[in-house]
């Protein structure tokens, strides 16, 4: 079962612009993460939020996380063509013996229109 | 150092073969996951194993097994394929500890087509 869930499914922007996509998910976790996937290729590790923190910072990305909401966003700011992609969010969620378990969300697909 | 390797790329079985994925992980990291990308059901884990150990498995059939080495490289296996095994299988690696411990590098991914 899909943890988190993106919001909205599908976004298109021009470049320049800022896009933001927001996660939801259900349960307590350990941290946030956030991947990007080009295209049916494997996915890129983008930030990592744990649960105990509120935002963080990466470039032109920046993760915010609300755990009384259960929810994340993550923005992208100053968009370029080449950030057309789909990105996920995942919940780390432990499972015990030192084993984590990733569980994604369906994915906002971003199209950055030059 | 190189990242996470997966062969073969691409596979063409029919239903009722079996096969196997192999993943390399990044030098140094001792936990490889497995995940299947499929349209309807979107990412969904497969199984974890650290230290040739399967310590966690995800909600799939028994057809689903796999295996890791002493020098960390994990293969998975499918067998009696079914159409709906169509799917991206992805491998992602992790330190699984210090600060890093809980960040998944992953591969390109195996594309296998069920005819």
């Known amino acids: 079962s899909q943890q988190g869930e993106e919001d909205p499914q599908a976004l298109s922007i021009q470049e320049g612009e800022n896009a933001t996509m927001n996660c939801s998910y259900k349960?307590?976790?350990?941290?946030l993460q956030w991947y990007r996937q080009n295209s049916g290729r494997g996915l890129v590790h983008l930030i990592l939020?744990?649960?105990?923190?509120r935002e963080k910072h990466s470039g032109r990305l920046r993760v915010t996380l609300d755990t009384s909401k259960k929810s994340s966003s993550l923005l992208i700011t100053a968009s370029r063509a080449a950030d057309t992609a789909s990105y996920f969010c995942?919940?780390?969620?432990?499972?015990?013996?030192?084993?984590?378990?990733?569980?994604f969300g369906k994915g906002t697909k971003l199209s950055v229109i030059p | 150092k190189a990242g996470v390797t997966q062969t073969p790329r691409y596979l063409i079985k029919t239903r009722g073969q079996q096969v196997t994925l192999s993943c390399s992980p990044i030098?140094?990291?001792?936990?490889v996951s497995w995940y299947q990308q499929t349209p309807g059901q979107g990412l969904q884990f497969l199984f974890e194993?650290?230290?040739?150990?399967?310590?966690n498995k995800g909600n799939f059939p028994g057809r689903f097994s796999g295996r890791q080495f002493s020098n960390s490289r994990s293969e998975m296996n499918v067998s009696t394929l079914e159409l709906g095994d169509s799917a991206l299988y992805l491998c992602?690696?992790?330190?699984?500890?210090?600060?890093?411990?809980?960040?998944?590098?992953f591969g390109p991914g195996t594309r296998l087509t069920v005819l």
């Open positions: 349960t307590s976790i350990n941290n």
């Open positions: 194993y650290f230290s040739e150990t399967q310590r």
């Open positions: 939020i744990r649960s105990n923190e």
């Open positions: 030098s140094g990291h001792r936990s």
């Open positions: 995942a919940t780390l969620l432990g499972t015990g013996a030192g084993s984590y378990q990733l569980t």
């Open positions: 992602a690696s992790s330190p699984a500890t210090g600060l890093a411990a809980d960040t998944q590098y």
